[in-house]
């Protein structure tokens, strides 16, 4: 697997391509399709993802041996004093259960480390299978958060936080 990090409008057409293909499936169970196409409308436009880049956030796209982008992940140092904040980590998901995930994770976690930061933390939906990951991963329920998004939708997570520092 390589990580190529993500600065340009291609790179990020990239993104906004996956999240096409993942979004449904991560979430069709949880959200409407049209709380879904809100949210890739809002959060997944290039002037959006530019936006985050301009604010901080890193982004990197995962390509497999055959050349294909299969996940992207993003994060943001001291997105809280001493804290860095993963803000996306998706996978294909004909690629979940090979490690992959846990590959964005180690390299946020690496990244966090060179920085000195203390914890990870991240927002995942009250329902969302991925709990299971993070808890694997070390991560624990910190609190509960509701995020109005505008529309008459919120986002109804947790926020789960790893310490990294040993």
Excluded: C
């Excluded at 993003?74 to 904040?85: D, F, R």
């Amino acid at each position: 697997m390589k990580f190529i990090s993500v600065t340009t409008a291609d790179g990020l057409k990239i993104i906004i391509n996956l999240t096409k293909k993942i979004w449904p499936v991560a979430y069709g169970k949880i959200l409407t399709m049209a709380q879904l196409d809100y949210m890739i409308d809002k959060f997944y436009n290039e002037t959006a993802l530019l936006e985050l880049i301009d604010k901080g956030h890193v982004f990197y796209l995962a390509q497999d041996d055959n050349n294909n982008y299969v996940g992207f992940v993003s994060y943001e140092l001291n997105s809280e004093p001493n804290k860095t904040k993963i803000h996306k980590i998706y996978v294909l998901p004909e690629t979940q259960g090979t490690g992959l995930g846990r590959q964005f994770f180690e390299l946020v976690k690496e990244k966090a480390i060179e920085n000195h930061q203390k914890a990870i933390f991240l927002n995942v939906n009250k329902y969302n299978n991925a709990i299971h990951f993070y808890t694997k991963l070390g991560f624990t329920k910190v609190k509960d958060e509701v995020i109005d998004i505008g529309n008459g939708y919120v986002m109804d997570d947790y926020v789960m936080e790893v310490d990294i520092l040993q």
